[in-house]
């Protein structure tokens, strides 16, 4: 049986992809464990600076697994633990960056928005359908989504079930770009690119400080990311890259 994750490495470039098309890429508990296998094994390589995820033309994800999870009771839910594995994707460290086709949806949704930049294809469509089976969002849905969008298009998501656009979700801020669909892969590809030619180290604190604005009050996420800047003086990174800019040539990052 083929794996429910493809991984490959380009270069400083690891691309994980979903592979379970006859599923649409549901979300199995199978497919999350080696998911997040995939993206911790990247995130430790030290030559990997970044990660491209992506599904198929089809879908990239649309949804949790529904028959695997139809006949649970809640003590066999609370058992699976299956949220630990979302947690793991919280905390890799390096960007990843989501080329997004066709559905992205339910558990699909909360996934891309686990990611750092994501570049839809013009036909992607985003929402949040759990409502419609008798349940609500279980991996961020709720509280992502709110976060991201606010509270008047959050609601509307989640409440009705309905799917947005690639553009609408564009709008609403789900996503980082809208391109045509025979680019949306390579759109993400040039991005990856971009940003393993950058700092490792100024990559990885300034991840970190973003998701920050998330949890802390801004008078003390202000005092978070300004003790970030200062880490980044100890780098030989910001040495090469000021030094780069005043000699007006390219610099070369090593990540120390």
């Not at 009705?160 to 045509?180: D, F, K």
Request: proline share 4%; glycine share 8%.
């Amino acid at each position: 049986m083929a794996s429910e994750v493809l991984i490959e490495q380009q270069g400083p470039i690891g691309v994980v992809r979903l592979n379970r098309p006859d599923k649409l890429n549901a979300l199995n508990l199978a497919l999350m464990e080696r998911l997040v296998d995939a993206l911790e094994g990247f995130d430790a390589a030290p030559d990997v600076r970044c990660m491209l995820l992506t599904g198929n033309e089809r879908a990239f994800a649309a949804g949790a697994d529904i028959a695997e999870m139809a006949d649970a009771s809640m003590v066999d839910m609370y058992h699976r633990n299956q949220f630990a594995r979302w947690e793991r994707i919280k905390r890799v460290q390096k960007p990843i960056v989501a080329a997004v086709s066709g559905y992205a949806l339910g558990g699909g949704c909360e996934l891309v928005m686990h990611c750092d930049i994501v570049i839809a294809a013009e036909s992607a469509r985003f929402g949040q359908p759990e409502i419609n089976i008798g349940v609500m969002p279980g991996a961020g849905g709720t509280q992502r989504t709110t976060r991201s969008i606010g509270k008047a298009r959050a609601m509307d998501m989640v409440l009705t079930g309905r799917m947005l656009s690639a553009q609408e979700a564009l709008v609403a801020g789900l996503v980082s770009r809208v391109v045509p669909d025979e680019h949306y892969f390579s759109e993400a590809l040039n991005v990856c690119r971009e940003l393993a030619a950058k700092s490792p180290l100024a990559l990885r604190l300034a991840k970190e400080a973003v998701l920050k604005a998330f949890e802390m009050p801004l008078s003390e996420g202000l005092e978070y990311e300004r003790k970030l800047f200062y880490m980044l003086f100890a780098t030989e990174d910001q040495k090469e890259g000021m030094r780069a800019f005043i000699e007006k040539r390219p610099a070369v990052f090593t990540g120390k």
